[in-house]
T-cell receptor, first 112, second 116 residues
């Protein structure tokens, strides 16, 4: 699976949009981009995933560039409860039996 | 999303004893479950992949005789830490693959193991 690069940390003011970038320049055509987050002392929480089109759900939006080499997770109105480590993971379609491999992620700190 | 539970949420045991951790998929069937552990200030590390009805596949460096995994049904996998030692103290997290959600992996809340 392709490697991802994320900034180690980001800050965001409560109520503002949090835009978390992820680079995956070696992504191949059959690889999905997944986003998870982990709040302190909890298991990771699934946020969203996509292949090439932008995706939106009740939690966030995922914007994938046309060349698919990078993506941005957008939390439209960050709250204090969104403080967590956010992981961007790329996984090959058809390898659903293989586990997600976690990097170091981005620690997002939301402050009032 | 799908729900995965773990039990217990935390456990303290004496060195040399064995501890069993249960992982259940509550509202879906999971043919594949995964076990991770996480040390303080580190990311999740995959320990093993568990397929229902077959032997688990362990990652390099994980002792299969120490970390026994059983996946006897489509909703339950167990991890038994045998002869636990203080260095086994960690946060153990399971996840399950949900076919109905495009093979998305959902994670349990984790189990904090402390070995005295």
């Amino acid at each position: 699976d392709a490697k991802t690069t994320q900034p180690p940390s980001m800050d965001c003011a409560e109520g503002r949009a949090a835009n978390l970038p992820c680079n995956h320049s070696t992504i191949s055509g059959n690889e999905y981009v997944y986003w998870y987050r982990q709040i302190h002392s909890q298991g990771p929480q699934y946020i969203i995933h996509g292949l090439k089109n932008n995706e939106t759900n009740e939690m966030a939006s995922l914007i994938i560039t046309e060349d698919r080499k990078s993506s941005t997770l957008i939390l439209p109105h960050a709250t204090l409860r969104d403080t967590a480590v956010y992981y961007c993971i790329v996984r090959t379609l058809g390898q659903a039996g293989t586990a997600l491999i976690f990097g170091k992620g981005t620690t997002l700190s939301v402050s009032s | 999303g799908a729900v995965v539970s773990q039990h217990p949420s935390w456990v303290i045991c004496k060195s040399g004893t064995s501890v069993k951790i249960e992982c259940r998929s509550l509202d879906f069937q999971a043919t594949t479950m995964f076990w991770y552990r996480q040390f303080p200030k580190q990311s999740l590390m995959l320990m093993a992949t568990s397929n229902e009805g077959s032997k688990a596949t362990y990652e390099q460096g994980v002792e299969k005789d120490k970390f026994l995994i059983n996946h006897a049904s489509l909703t339950l996998s167990t991890l038994t830490v045998t002869s636990a030692h203080p260095e086994d103290s960690s946060f153990y997290i399971c996840s399950a693959r949900s076919r109905r959600d495009g093979d998305t992996q959902y994670f349990g809340p984790g189990t904090r193991l402390t070995v005295l």
